[in-house]
C-alpha cells in the first residue's frame, strides 16, 4: 500500500547531540514537508522540498536541517543548535506544492532530550 | 500574528448531535481550505476541503461552510460519533508570500463526543 512512513516513532537524544529522523513516501509526490507540533501550537512548517535537490526553509528553520537526494525520501537532522528540541514531528507529502493538493501525513516521531 | 485561528481549545457534545468547529482567517489571499483530524500520537488525516469558489463542501457526516467576506469557515459533523473524537485542525493555503502554496495550521480544536 502506498503512504508515508515516519521513523523511528519515538526517539530519545542527549544534549548537544545531533539525530536525524527519516521519512519515505512511496506515493511518487513531488512535496515533502517537516512540521513540529508542541502542545497548545498549530503544526509550524520546518523546511518544505517541492522537487529533488532542492529545499526550502519554513517559518522554524533555525536549529534544523534536511537534504531530498531522491525523491522518495527528506529526512530532518535535529541539531544541537536547537534550543528547544523536545517536540512531536511530523513529516507530510504532497502531489505538488500547495493549492488544492491535500498533504499525507507520517505517524511522527516523539522526540524527547533528556 | 496568527493567520488562520481556531479560538475554541475544546468542544463537548453529545453522541447524534451536531459538532460545529470554527476557524477564522486573516489573509485574503487564501483560496483553498482544508480541515485535518488527529488523533493523539498519530499523524493527521484529511478529512474535507473547499475551494474559494465554492461556499459549502459536503461528504457524508461532514460538511464545510465557507463565508469569505467573514474570512470563516466551519467544519459541521451530523451526528456526531464517539469516533469523533479527535483534535481537528484547520489549515490554508493560497497565494500569499512567504512560503508560497504551503499550508497554514490553525493551533486545533479538540473535540469530545460523549456517548
Known amino acids: 500500500d502506498g503512504g508515508i512512513t515516519q521513523s523511528p516513532k519515538y526517539l530519545f537524544r542527549k544534549e548537544g547531540q545531533n539525530v536525524t529522523l527519516s521519512c519515505e513516501q512511496n506515493l511518487n509526490h513531488d512535496a515533502m514537508y517537516w512540521y513540529r507540533q508542541d502542545p497548545g501550537q498549530g503544526l509550524r512548517l520546518i523546511y518544505y522540498s517541492q522537487i529533488v535537490n532542492d529545499f526550502q526553509k519554513g517559518d522554524i528553520a533555525e536549529g534544523y536541517s534536511v537534504s531530498r537526494e531522491k525523491k522518495e525520501s527528506f529526512p530532518l537532522t535535529v541539531t544541537s543548535a536547537q534550543k528547544n528540541p523536545t517536540a512531536f514531528y511530523l513529516c507530510?507529502?504532497?502531489?505538488?506544492?500547495?493549492?488544492?493538493?491535500?498533504?499525507?501525513f507520517g505517524q511522527g516521531t516523539r522526540l524527547t532530550v533528556v | 500574528d496568527q493567520q488562520v485561528k481556531q479560538n475554541s481549545p475544546s468542544l463537548s457534545v453529545q453522541e447524534g448531535r451536531i459538532s460545529i468547529l470554527n476557524c477564522d482567517y486573516t489573509?485574503?489571499?487564501?483560496?483553498?481550505f482544508l480541515w485535518y483530524k488527529k488523533y493523539p500520537a498519530e499523524g493527521p488525516t484529511f478529512l474535507i476541503s473547499i475551494s474559494s469558489i465554492k461556499d459549502k463542501n459536503e461528504d457524508g457526516r461532514f460538511t464545510v461552510f465557507l463565508n469569505k467576506s467573514a474570512k470563516h469557515l466551519s467544519l459541521h459533523i451530523v451526528p456526531s460519533q464517539p469516533g469523533d473524537s479527535a483534535v481537528y485542525f484547520c489549515a490554508a493555503s493560497g497565494d500569499y508570500g512567504g512560503s508560497q502554496g504551503n499550508l497554514i495550521f490553525g493551533k486545533g480544536t479538540k473535540l469530545s463526543v460523549k456517548p
Open positions: 489573509n485574503s489571499m487564501f483560496d483553498y
Open positions: 507530510a507529502s504532497s502531489m505538488r506544492q500547495g493549492g488544492d493538493s491535500e498533504a499525507f
